[in-house]
């Protein structure tokens, strides 16, 4: 019997996922998840930046940005 190897998805098949279409659509996502990150930790001001920070982090990677 032939070897037949299994079919991967493209998103199987890369760790980072397609960049963005626009820095507009970057700033949108880390605004989203900076936001995310804001009502995880309870919604108490006062760390606006490092939540920030982290979310953009996270998207940088995401997207294997430097």
Same mark, same amino acid.
């Given at each position: 019997? =032939?070897?037949? !190897?299994?079919?991967?998805? @493209? =998103? ?7 960049? @963005?279409?626009?820095? #507009? #659509?970057?700033? #949108?996502?880390?605004?989203?998840? =900076? ?6 930790? &309870? &919604?108490? !001001?006062?760390?606006?930046?490092? #939540?920030?920070?982290? =979310? ?11």
């Amino acid at each position: 019997m =032939a070897y037949v !190897p299994k079919k991967t998805t @493209p =998103a199987a098949s890369t760790a980072k996922s397609k960049k @963005p279409a626009s820095l #507009d #659509d970057y700033i #949108d996502e880390v605004k989203k998840r =900076a936001y995310e990150i804001f009502i995880g930790r &309870g &919604g108490h !001001p006062g760390a606006e930046i490092s #939540d920030w920070a982290q =979310a953009e982090k996270e998207i940088k990677a995401k997207y294997g940005l430097r």
